[in-house]
């Protein structure tokens, strides 16, 4: 047994900061009773986004998709703790600082605070019940559109799409994507022909290589209201919901006094945090190297940038950081991120049709596509997998 104090803060408790907290957690019962681990997040729950498309056309499970952060870790230890803040600033002598006004000083700090979409794949309440009543309005929002117009046309657009088509038979939906065919460019066009046939026999209008103007002074909330936007074919786009599956934003500023004391680009164009192969910061100073950049927010390809491969690159720091533990002197036996792209996707359409790619199978408009889709991720998005990091009872809810 150890009594060392050790204390880890994970900033970001989503995909990637809970597969950390989850596999150092169990450190906490296995020798190490004065480990501390400080979970932060500017909100009091995180919102199991991949579940979003059909959240919007079930009530219930929209519901189940906001999952309480206070008590995450509670079985592990009572030492772990949740604290509800925004991270500000990343300083030297290993200490950060709180928009409460907090500062906390660490042994590691992983920030795993990821990437911001727009609604409805994301929620903007803070408070688990705004978070409720956001996620209620957006069922009815979608409820009471007689037309949707969905803008982008990655998984997320796709999805959508299929999902209220699927709800609503009678609804006027719209797909619009700049590119010559739907999904990323990694996965083969048979992908893409088989989305569009489905989404086709569900009445969804596709439509390709059509860049919509998007008006800066327009807010877009998912709220119900007409609006034409205009695609630049010159073609008008008339609907009553507007949904904008399109890109992602990360907020990295709390980099910049780190970046101003080591004078030192720690982050690229887009903002975000370079790391090395063992998803470390990457800085010659390797007093450093006890920051850890798993998820979104780091400099990765985009095809490292999805759910599967965020829980992977949690995992990858969740276990050298327990290496480090055990032995400080042990960095040599530190593993790398093997650094492997998606190259498996399924895509559900609706509740009984999807498309497939992986194990060597290409599955587009096979019937066997929609078999996979549905019967892998189309029963709930993967939220019961999720739960399986959470308290007994957690997602238990009533609409």
Do not use: C
């Not at 919102?47 to 056309?57: C, F, K, N, S, T």
């Not at 390709?208 to 800066?216: H, R, T």
């Amino acid at each position: 047994m150890s009594a060392r104090e050790i204390h880890v803060v994970i900033a970001g408790v989503s995909v990637a900061g809970i597969k950390v907290a989850k596999t150092v957690a169990a450190l906490s019962k296995a020798g190490y009773p004065n480990l501390r681990i400080t979970l932060v997040d500017r909100n009091a729950y995180t919102y199991h986004a991949l579940g979003a498309p059909r959240g919007i056309v079930d009530q219930e499970f929209g519901q189940k998709l906001i999952l309480p952060l206070a008590n995450l870790l509670s079985a592990e230890s009572p030492k772990h703790q949740f604290i509800q803040a925004s991270l500000t600033s990343v300083t030297t002598n290993n200490t950060v600082y709180l928009s409460t006004g907090q500062s906390l000083t660490y042994d590691f700090l992983v920030l795993a605070t990821g990437s911001r979409n727009n609604r409805p794949a994301h929620l903007t309440a803070s408070s688990i019940d705004g978070a409720r009543a956001e996620a209620r309005r957006l069922f009815e929002n979608v409820a009471a559109a007689t037309s949707v117009l969905i803008v982008g046309g990655g998984a997320v657009g796709v999805e959508m799409a299929g999902e209220i088509a699927g709800a609503y038979p009678n609804k006027k939906v719209t797909l619009v994507h700049s590119g010559s065919r739907l999904l990323p460019l990694n996965f083969k066009p048979a992908i893409s022909d088989g989305v569009v046939a489905k989404l086709q026999r569900l009445g969804v209008t596709v439509v390709l290589n059509e860049k919509v103007a998007i008006p800066s002074n327009t807010i877009f909330d998912s709220s119900v209201r007409p609006l034409t936007l205009v695609g630049a074919s010159g073609h008008e786009y008339a609907s009553d919901l507007q949904i904008l599956a399109t890109g992602t934003h990360l907020e990295t500023d709390f980099m910049i006094p780190l970046e101003t004391a080591l004078n030192a680009s720690l982050r690229d164009t887009r903002g975000a945090i370079k790391v090395n192969s063992h998803l470390q910061l990457d800085t010659a100073d390797r007093t450093y190297s006890n920051i850890y950049v798993p998820g979104d927010v780091n400099n990765l390809p985009m095809g490292a940038k999805y759910a599967m491969k965020a829980a992977e690159q949690g995992a990858n720091v969740g276990n050298n950081i327990v290496a480090l533990i055990k032995n400080p002197q042990a960095t040599g036996a530190l593993k790398p991120w093997d650094g492997s792209l998606m190259d498996l996707i399924l895509v559900p359409i609706g509740k009984q049709m999807g498309v497939f790619q992986g194990m060597g199978m290409t599955l587009g408009k096979s019937w066997f596509g929609d078999v996979m889709a549905r019967n892998m991720k189309g029963k709930d998005y993967f939220l019961s997998q999720k739960l399986k990091d959470f308290p007994p009872g957690t997602g238990n809810v009533s609409v």
